[in-house]
């Protein structure tokens, strides 16, 4: 940490802005989220499975039930989009009153994550500093507050690299829970592909087959029917979910829509995205990079190329920048600079919220940070394939 002082300095300065924009922003909807999954498991348990496939319905049930919670109802539509997997999340908590389920979910999940952090350091102060820092970024006062999943997608993936070279089908099994939130799916085939990984595969698909036929065998076959239904496109409501979501979207696709280009552009982009983020991997994970580098470099690409993320979805930037400025001696000063600027870019975003300022500028140049977890990818990838081509390049680093 003793190299990049000023750094830490300014995100220690910085990180508790991150906590006082969600609070000016959202402190009407505290948990807006998490009332999503508690209302889910509710609806499951009055086996009102209509009202949980309909948005609308869903919404206003949430609104209902949650009256005393919010300061104001939700006006647009906040339905339960996940995959059935994911409801048995929502089940494990939601027979607790909804504060207490709140708060023992995002206990549980934020202790798992520092956990996972405290394999990645050699000693106990960095270890600290590791977990607090993770724990000051903007991006983690979204994900608290919002009651969203993020510590648990960082821990898995982080349990998942940990364990790779020693315990490969463990670590797939880590990986498989990613399934909570599909977006990150797909990279995680593509970083084990390239890296011939076997047993982290054959462990991924026994995890992820095992939660599939658990959450079929608790919630039901037809669950999983009208969530592929909706995730195929074979919904009536679909167009509308989408532009509810793309609301405070940060992905390549939505910040293109927000700079002013048109729908095939921005396609176009979003799936470049995706295409730089497998590449990416492909590069790291193929390569001699250390285990460290490819963690970074898999954490940058998750976010990247995903078709959906928002702000709280950063922590995992945020821990890439975190293992990349702790973990290696010598950090090029444009290197730490774009480092530093991802950890900070939720204080400006989403680009939706910047609009509401209505300050075009300001709007566009959060509608543009998406490049900055592309640019730090590339980066992190050309270090990484410079020192796989360099001799003697240690692995452990």
Known sequence: MNGHRRIFLAFAVLGPCGWFLFWAVFHTVPGQDWVVFNTAAALFRAHDFTTLADPRGFTDVLNRTHAAWFQKPISVLHPWVYPPVTLLLALAFGWLPYLVSLGAFLGVTIAAMAAALWQWQPDTRSRI?????VLLCPATAFAIGAGQLSFLIAAAVLAGMAWLEVRPFVAGLAFSLLCLKPQFVPLIPVALLAGRHGRAIAGGLVGGLVLVAISAAVVGIPAWVAWIRLATGDNPVLGKLIDVVRVYDQSAHTCLRILGFGEGIAGAGQVLAILLAAGCIGVAFAGRASLRQRTIVLLLALVAGAPHVGDYDHVLLAIAVLLLLLGRRNVRAGEASLAACVWIAPIF???????????????DLSAASFLLPIALMLVETSVVHG???ASGFDRSE
């Open 129 to 133: 500093g590791l977990v607090i820092f």
């Open 349 to 363: 975003n989403p680009p939706a919220l910047m609009a509401v300022l209505k300050i075009p500028v300001l709007t």
């Open 387 to 389: 020192a796989s081509t």
